[in-house]
């Protein structure tokens, strides 16, 4: 039994701009065609038996926007709570808008960084600081959905079942989403958490660059179930003003 891919309703929109976003690859050329052998390595590698394969780990460190964390991926992504590529994978699936956040918040508190601003508990860390996330985040996912429909990129599964007529829905075992995929809205989300934390937190650089990587392999999650290209979950770094990723377009053609 075949499954069928949803009509595209969901956030439909009319666009006559992508913020300044460049534009993703063309389908069928020699990048693309990479991306989208890695985004199926990393969907199988979610179901090996192991935690972490070195095939995964290799990916995420070919793409990292802000090259490799000061410690290990595997140590890292367990400071936010997540043990396995299997378990970001499985997160990315159904996750809500503010948990991502939440885990930043936490990670935050076991580093030990200092407030930039006391604002007591109410408007500090308790509530005020998800206040603020969810209102740069309603501003930055519309940017991201004016891009996703001026550029209009076809999600992996739909190009795999276009050029080959097969269905690879069932390797994902993923409800396909019913928009476009660049930019992903998944990253702005965890890139805004990012964007969020620095302006809350005393964090250093090296601290910095480890926040974002976490940030970044949890997004590339959603390559791990079929319905993103690794670009997708870059650029996302873009709409959501992180300094990083400014130039990550020409910085990947070196």
């Known amino acids: 039994m075949s499954k069928i891919y949803p009509k595209m309703t969901v956030e439909k929109r009319e666009s006559s701009t992508a913020h300044k976003l460049k534009a993703p690859l063309e389908e069928g050329s020699e990048e693309y065609n ?19 394969t070195q095939d995964t780990i290799d990916i995420l460190l070919k793409y990292s926007p802000v090259g490799s964390p000061s410690i290990d991926t595997k140590t890292l992504l367990s400071e936010f709570g997540f043990n396995s590529w299997k378990e970001i994978c499985d997160f990315v ?39 603020r996330y969810l209102n740069r985040l309603k501003s930055s996912l519309e940017q991201t959905f004016d891009a996703k429909y001026f550029y209009k990129a076809e999600r992996p599964l739909e190009y795999l079942h276009k050029i080959t007529g097969v269905d690879f829905s069932y390797m994902a075992d993923y409800v396909h989403p019913g ?36 940030a970044y392999v949890v997004a590339m999650g959603r390559s791990g179930i079929l319905v993103h290209l690794p670009e997708d979950n870059i650029a996302s770094g873009f709409l959501a003003d992180l300094p990083e990723f400014i130039n990550w377009k020409e910085k990947k053609k070196k």
Request: overall charge negative.
């Open 34 to 52: 990479k991306e989208l052998q890695d985004t199926i390595v990393l969907c199988r590698e979610a179901n090996r038996p192991e935690s972490w």
């Open 93 to 131: 699936r159904d996750d809500e808008c503010i948990e991502f956040m939440v885990k930043v918040a936490k990670w935050a508190k076991f580093k030990g960084f200092n407030l930039k601003k006391d604002r007591g508990f109410i408007d500090g860390t308790g509530i005020g600081i998800y206040d």
């Open 179 to 214: 928009h476009n995929r660049y930019p992903a809205g998944h990253g702005v989300k965890f890139y805004e958490a990012v964007d969020n934390a620095v302006d809350t937190y005393k964090i250093e650089s090296g601290d910095r660059i480890n926040l974002i990587y976490a």
